[in-house]
C-alpha cells in the first residue's frame, strides 16, 4: 500500500525559505513521478511542481525561480526547497504519486508578512 509522509512545514517570515519533505513508500519509486500540491484557506488545490524519473522539473508559474523540487532516490524521499517565500505561499502542502493516486496527510506552511 503506497504511504506519503510530508515533513518540514512551520511558519516563516517573508522572504526567508523552509524546505519540505516527503517519504513515500510501497510505490515503485524508480518510474514514478512525484509531484507538490498545495491548498490556502478557502481555495482549490492547486499543483506546485512535479519531478519524473530521469526528466526534469516542471513548476507552476507563480513559484518558478523561487522553489526547486529534488528527489532522493537512495532515500525514496522528494523535497521541494522554497526560497523567498512570499505570503501568498501560505497553505497546506501536499505530496501526491499520481501513478499511484496517493496523497500524503499535507503539512502546514505559514508566511508571515
Known amino acids: 500500500q503506497a504511504q506519503l509522509v510530508e515533513s518540514g512545514g512551520g511558519v516563516v517570515q517573508a522572504g526567508g525559505s523552509l524546505t519540505l519533505s516527503c517519504a513515500a513508500s510501497g510505490i515503485a519509486w524508480s518510474i514514478s513521478t512525484l509531484a507538490w500540491y498545495r491548498q490556502a484557506p478557502g481555495k482549490p488545490r492547486e499543483w506546485v511542481a512535479t519531478i519524473q524519473s530521469g526528466a526534469g522539473p516542471n513548476y507552476a508559474g507563480s513559484v518558478k525561480g523561487r522553489f526547486t523540487i529534488s528527489r532522493d532516490n537512495t532515500k525514496n524521499t522528494v523535497a521541494l526547497q522554497m526560497n523567498n517565500l512570499k505570503a501568498e505561499d501560505t497553505a497546506v502542502y501536499y505530496c501526491?504519486?499520481?501513478?499511484?493516486?496517493?496523497w500524503g496527510q499535507g503539512t502546514q506552511v505559514t508566511v508571515s508578512s
Open positions: 501526491h504519486a499520481p501513478r499511484s493516486g496517493s
